[in-house]
């Protein structure tokens, strides 16, 4: 299966199936966001349906009602034929508008180009369904990794993003009619065009990871460069703004979007104004509801970043209703690439969209919390000065004695540790510092060594 969208603008309907463990609410919110993801994909939501169904583990996702009212609203283009009964049909849920108020010139509304599910689909269940409906058809785990796959920019981004989109599509494989055609013929001999594919993806999937490997080697090397500085990374649920607040606390050119997964590439930079010794910053991959689990276990080692920083800044959207189940998301991804122990805050973002009453009522809920908005440059001052303050925490004072005749050493410790204070004394200067343990220990040998 091809995950691409046409080149023209794709009309999409989107398709919740409502079980006794996923319905109201939860329902309502996740498929307002599977519209985001499909309007982050370039198509256009035309309209919803939803369907209660006890599991959608079934063979048949959805029942011969609803499947015939759906074949209308794609143009009747499958094996289902109008008129053909079933369970009473649902309502929609989503608050696109209807194809009833939809307008075209071949017909009385939008026809759907494709159909999206809420919900993960079995290859049986997804072939069954485009065969039914005669159009193409997504479930939400597909256009994920399509949305990964077109957003990712570094060599790293796009082996993760493409390891995953192989382990989604390999059995996803059909055989072809010509294949199948010259196997009856007996005009092909040994493996059919599917066993062919499949090795394809085998093998390519063994290359994918040996170069991933050798990546994430050079990644590790990196960060244990960086170790020894104060690291602070940024998580959050995609859209929350951690790109937008990167660019506020480094001053750099950091790309922030208004769409979902606009970052997928870990970025590192020094907090700004440069403070000594310099603290560091990452903004990382976005998560989501359902998030793949091969997209995960790709970005395991992107998420390292994460794992080995000094604090974790929790970035949510505060004026989103819905930040409090996607920061529990967040919580689950973190708790998967065993992110447990890390000094973290909670960072109400975007609070210029909130009153003061619902201000007042977060900080009230989340007392140690920080409310922020990236535009205000008193907040972003406000975070800076709380990423220092925890940094120094964590460093050691100690006192350095360093002889007139020691030329260059007072230049490199100025240069990455913080002096609190300096005596100058008949044959030596006496720095107060403040550094963590590694480099005051290589400091206090070289001197030794005087």
Same mark, same amino acid.
């Given at each position: 299966?091809?995950?691409?969208?046409?080149?023209?603008?794709?009309?999409?309907?989107?398709?919740?199936?409502?079980?006794?463990?996923?319905?109201?609410?939860?329902?309502?919110?996740?498929?307002?966001?599977?519209?985001?993801?499909?309007?982050?994909?370039?198509?256009?939501?035309?309209?919803?349906?939803?369907?209660?169904?006890?599991?959608?583990?079934?063979?048949?996702?959805?029942?011969?009602?609803?499947?015939?009212?759906?074949?209308?609203?794609?143009?009747?283009?499958?094996? *289902?034929?109008?008129?053909?009964?079933?369970?009473?049909?649902?309502?929609?849920?989503?608050?696109?508008?209807?194809?009833?108020?939809?307008?075209?010139? =071949?017909?009385?509304?939008?026809?759907?180009?494709?159909?999206?599910?809420?919900?993960?689909?079995?290859?049986?269940?997804?072939?069954?369904?485009? =065969?039914?409906?005669?159009?193409?058809?997504?479930?939400?785990?597909?256009?994920?990794?399509?949305?990964?796959?077109?957003?990712?920019?570094?060599?790293?981004?796009?082996?993760?993003?493409?390891?995953?989109?192989? =382990?989604?599509?390999?059995?996803?494989?059909?055989?072809?009619?010509?294949?199948?055609?010259?196997?009856?013929?007996?005009?092909?001999?040994?493996?059919?065009?599917?066993?062919?594919?499949?090795?394809?993806?085998?093998?390519?999937?063994?290359?994918?990871?040996?170069?991933?490997?050798? /990546?994430?080697?050079?990644?590790?090397?990196?960060?244990?460069?960086?170790?020894?500085?104060?690291?602070?990374?940024?998580?959050?649920?995609?859209?929350?703004?951690?790109?937008?607040?990167?660019?506020?606390?480094?001053?750099?050119?950091?790309?922030?979007?208004?769409?979902?997964?606009?970052?997928?590439?870990?970025?590192?930079?020094?907090?700004?104004?440069?403070?000594?010794?310099?603290?560091? *910053?990452?903004?990382?991959?976005?998560?989501?509801?359902?998030?793949?689990?091969?997209?995960?276990?790709?970005?395991?080692?992107?998420?390292?970043?994460?794992?080995?920083?000094?604090?974790?800044?929790?970035?949510?959207?505060?004026?989103?209703?819905?930040?409090?189940?996607?920061?529990? /998301?967040?919580?689950?991804?973190?708790?998967?690439?065993?992110?447990?122990?890390?000094?973290?805050?909670?960072?109400?973002?975007?609070?210029?969209?909130?009153?003061?009453?619902?201000?007042?009522?977060?900080?009230?809920?989340?007392?140690?919390?920080?409310?922020?908005?990236?535009? =205000?440059?008193?907040?972003?001052?406000?975070?800076?000065?709380?990423?220092?303050?925890?940094?120094?925490?964590?460093?050691?004072?100690?006192?350095?004695?360093?002889?007139?005749?020691?030329?260059?050493?007072?230049?490199?410790?100025?240069?990455?540790?913080?002096?609190?204070?300096?005596?100058?004394?008949?044959?030596?200067?006496?720095?107060?510092?403040?550094?963590?343990?590694?480099?005051?220990?290589?400091?206090?040998?070289?001197?030794?060594?005087?």
């Amino acid at each position: 299966m091809q995950l691409t969208a046409k080149s023209s603008l794709t009309n999409a309907l989107l398709i919740s199936i409502c079980t006794p463990e996923f319905k109201g609410d939860e329902a309502t919110e996740s498929l307002a966001e599977l519209a985001r993801l499909v309007t982050t994909l370039g198509f256009k939501v035309v309209g919803s349906q939803s369907q209660k169904q006890s599991s959608t583990k079934k063979v048949n996702v959805l029942g011969l009602g609803k499947l015939a009212e759906i074949a209308h609203l794609t143009g009747n283009k499958g094996l *289902v034929e109008e008129g053909e009964k079933g369970e009473e049909l649902s309502e929609e849920i989503a608050d696109e508008a209807t194809f009833a108020d939809i307008q075209s010139d =071949n017909l009385p509304f939008a026809c759907a180009d494709v159909v999206v599910f809420d919900c993960d689909l079995s290859p049986s269940q997804l072939r069954n369904v485009e =065969n039914q409906l005669g159009v193409e058809v997504f479930d939400r785990t597909g256009i994920i990794i399509e949305i990964f796959s077109r957003h990712a920019r570094t060599k790293t981004a796009k082996l993760q993003v493409e390891i995953a989109r192989l =382990n989604y599509v390999a059995p996803r494989l059909r055989e072809s009619s010509c294949g199948d055609k010259e196997r009856q013929m007996g005009k092909g001999a040994g493996e059919t065009t599917l066993e062919l594919n499949r090795r394809k993806v085998r093998d390519q999937l063994a290359e994918l990871k040996r170069e991933l490997v050798s /990546v994430q080697d050079e990644m590790k090397g990196r960060r244990t460069q960086r170790s020894e500085l104060f690291c602070v990374a940024l998580v959050g649920y995609t859209n929350a703004g951690k790109s937008s607040m990167m660019r506020a606390i480094t001053g750099s050119d950091v790309v922030g979007e208004n769409k979902l997964f606009a970052t997928l590439d870990t970025t590192v930079r020094a907090l700004q104004p440069i403070t000594q010794p310099r603290i560091l *910053v990452s903004d990382t991959v976005g998560f989501i509801k359902k998030l793949p689990h091969d997209l995960v276990a790709s970005f395991h080692s992107t998420l390292a970043e994460a794992h080995d920083a000094s604090l974790l800044l929790y970035v949510v959207d505060a004026s989103d209703p819905s930040f409090r189940a996607q920061l529990d /998301v967040v919580h689950e991804v973190l708790e998967e690439v065993g992110v447990e122990d890390s000094k973290k805050l909670l960072v109400l973002n975007k609070s210029d969209q909130l009153s003061t009453e619902q201000q007042q009522t977060l900080m009230e809920e989340f007392p140690d919390a920080m409310m922020t908005s990236t535009r =205000n440059p008193s907040d972003v001052s406000k975070l800076h000065k709380y990423i220092v303050a925890v940094a120094q925490d964590e460093m050691i004072e100690d006192e350095i004695i360093v002889p007139y005749t020691a030329k260059g050493i007072i230049g490199e410790i100025r240069s990455s540790m913080s002096v609190t204070k300096e005596d100058y004394e008949y044959s030596h200067i006496k720095l107060t510092v403040r550094s963590n343990a590694i480099d005051l220990a290589r400091l206090k040998k070289r001197m030794l060594s005087l």
